[in-house]
């Protein structure tokens, strides 16, 4: 099996490295972070698929270049689900996430200020890939608590069987590597 896997997304190629999971299965390692060019270009083209929405939501950390990169281009605000309770969080709401890139539970939150963003707005969940789709419930949900009402889902890359969704805006599929 080659060492890496050849990406074509939006109008850019990469050479992703192929990691291993578990002894059945590797992925693709797809990480935007440090490449500006990749999210720039990446957001731009989500940009042009995605519905009417009043803020997007992402998940921290790796999403958060493409989320605030497509905010940016749309002039509007975004929200970062944190990854672990902070200091200046006031009257937080949480939910547990388990992904395929994590090897153990973990926990979204939003605090107060967060909540009122998204309380009665048009959100749009914003993700760099979605694979098992565990992360995009924890998102929903969190949207759902906070009044929000969620009208589409974005992502740079659809992994294996989240390629066959009718309900993600992809810009291009990802394969799984089973062994």
Do not use: W
Request: net charge negative.
């Amino acid at each position: 099996m080659k060492d890496t896997y050849t990406l074509n997304v939006a109008g850019l190629t990469r050479e992703l490295p192929i990691c291993p999971v578990n002894e059945h299965l590797d992925i693709a390692a797809f990480v935007m972070f440090t490449d500006v060019e990749l999210t720039v270009a990446c957001a731009a083209e989500l940009v042009k698929k995605v519905p009417e929405h009043d803020v997007i939501l992402t998940a921290e950390a790796k999403g958060i270049p493409l989320a605030y990169e497509m905010a940016r281009q749309l002039d509007e605000r975004y929200v970062v689900a944190r990854k672990g309770l902070k200091l200046y969080m006031k009257d937080p709401v949480k939910v547990d996430v388990k992904s395929i890139t994590t090897m153990h539970m973990q926990t979204l939150y939003i605090d107060k200020f967060d909540i009122e963003l998204l309380k009665g707005k048009r959100v749009l969940i914003v993700d760099d890939v979605i694979s098992t789709g565990e992360s995009l419930n924890s998102l929903m949900e969190l949207a759902n608590v906070a009044g929000g009402n969620v009208v589409g889902i974005a992502t740079v890359l659809a992994e294996g069987d989240a390629a066959k969704r009718d309900d993600i805006i992809f810009l291009e599929e990802l394969p799984l590597f089973e062994k």
